[in-house]
């Protein structure tokens, strides 16, 4: 594969411009043709996946990056988020605010593709195949940068997703890898605003800071999550636990994972050992507030350190706060959230009211695991990243966030006087 960065942008270009002309009946032939090319070639992408998955083992990748890593298991889950996408309809053309103005003139917004993509990500390679799907289906392209410990993995992916795209008569420069690991390379492409019209990092607070202080292109940043669940006086505590175990152990290594549970002193004295027996069973270990350190002191549990609450864990570690009311578990999230996922479990609708006015997070939620944050589960097919800033796209990023507009105006001649 080419790896002049320069060249690989400016073909990314030429190909957006055939990209924004393909029929909705090419794009879903080829995300048809990809999912038929996965089935044929999965054995071969799991070897390149346990070839990575081997290599990153005798670096010393921790347990969490390694789950990530894996694709064991998890092709069946993709081929099924590729055909929800091809069951939505196409986001590009769709006309919407159309209104005729006192002087005649007929203006309306119209979806279009955005462009040119270049995303950067770690550990991944499912996200490969969610990028590259979203990114055909709504009339892009896109530029990838994987992350070294998934490099094989993602380098047969890419050639499959390619073939696919020749079968339906696509260009193959609408997804391309860079294939050179040299970390310089991000800078690089970050430097390219000729031809990429937009930046988007998937990974930790390191990447996406300095994704912020070196591009000279839009970033769109997002996808760490030090998410919350408040357990409210009033919550049904029994239905309460089942959330918070899914929340917290269904897959701890992934952003939208609860980091720290707030518990209301009026039930924290039942509740907060019932959590800690339930997730102790299955690997959790604890950081307690000094009045949850007096409720449980089991050997599972620590105090928590100031630092704890401003910490993702990604990982069997859960915090626990006890807090006297709504107001200060809003003003615990508003200090330590990072505008990711945060929740109440009530059976109080104004506390739950409440709640949604006062957290101003990416999504916030009313008696539901914060896992449900994700493309897939939001109906969007799949996700290119999830958003935590407020400009242009917010929370998981589906097709609608991969388009932006142009305003039509037909008009019979009119000047403006």
């Known amino acids: 594969m080419n790896t002049d960065l320069k060249q690989m942008a400016i073909a990314a270009k030429a190909a957006a411009v055939e990209m924004s002309k393909a029929s909705l009946k090419q794009k879903n032939g080829a995300l048809k043709a990809l999912i038929e090319n996965l089935k044929n070639h999965e054995d071969a992408i799991l070897q390149e996946n346990q070839r990575d998955l081997t290599l990153a083992k005798s670096n010393g990748l921790n347990a969490s990056l390694l789950e990530r890593l894996s694709l064991a298991n998890r092709l069946k889950g993709i081929i099924h988020d590729i055909e929800q996408v091809i069951a939505l309809p196409d986001p590009v053309g769709i006309l919407c605010d159309e209104q005729t103005l006192p002087n005649q003139l007929k203006v309306a917004k119209c979806s279009t593709p955005i462009g040119v ?179 449980a002191r089991e050997p599972s549990c620590k105090l928590a350190e100031s630092a704890d609450w401003d910490t993702e864990w990604l990982s069997l570690i859960l915090g626990i706060k006890v807090v006297e009311n709504l107001e200060e578990a809003v ?60 400009i242009h796209a917010r929370g998981p990023m589906g097709l609608k966030e991969l388009t932006s507009y142009k305003w039509i105006v037909r008009g019979n001649y009119q000047i403006r006087n």
């Not at 008569?169 to 609408?174: A, G, K, N, S, V």
């Not at 919550?235 to 897959?251: F, G, H, P, W, Y």
């Not at 002193?265 to 800690?276: L, M, R, W, Y």
């Open 331 to 390: 003003q615990h999230i508003r200090m330590h959230s990072t505008g990711h996922s945060d929740g109440i479990l009530t059976e109080n609708h104004q506390h739950a009211e409440l709640f949604i006015q006062q957290v101003d997070s990416a999504a916030v939620y009313v008696n539901a695991s914060t896992r449900f944050t994700d493309g897939g589960q939001f109906g969007l097919g799949a996700e290119v990243a999830i958003s935590t800033q407020k």
């Open 117 to 295: 993509l270049g995303v950067i990500y770690e550990s991944r390679p499912n996200v490969t195949l969610d990028i590259s799907v979203l990114t055909m289906k709504s009339g892009n392209c896109a530029i990838l940068r994987g992350g070294s410990e998934s490099f094989y993995t993602n380098q047969i992916l890419v050639k499959i997703i390619q073939q696919s795209l020749l079968e339906a008569d696509l260009p193959i420069e609408t997804i391309q890898f860079i294939t050179n690991s040299d970390r310089a390379q991000v800078k690089k492409l970050l430097q390219l605003h000729e031809s990429i019209d937009l930046i988007i990092p998937r990974g930790g607070a390191a990447l996406q800071q300095f994704c912020l202080e070196h591009s000279t292109i839009p970033v769109i940043t997002g996808g760490i999550g030090i998410c919350h669940l408040f357990v409210d006086e009033s919550a049904d505590l029994e239905r309460s636990l089942v959330v918070i175990l899914n929340a917290k152990t269904q897959r701890p290594s992934v952003c939208n994972a609860l980091d720290t549970l707030l518990v209301h002193s009026s039930v924290a004295s039942i509740f907060i050992p019932k959590v800690v027996q339930t997730l102790n069973e299955k690997g959790v270990i604890f950081r307690l507030d000094p009045k949850a350190w007096d409720i």
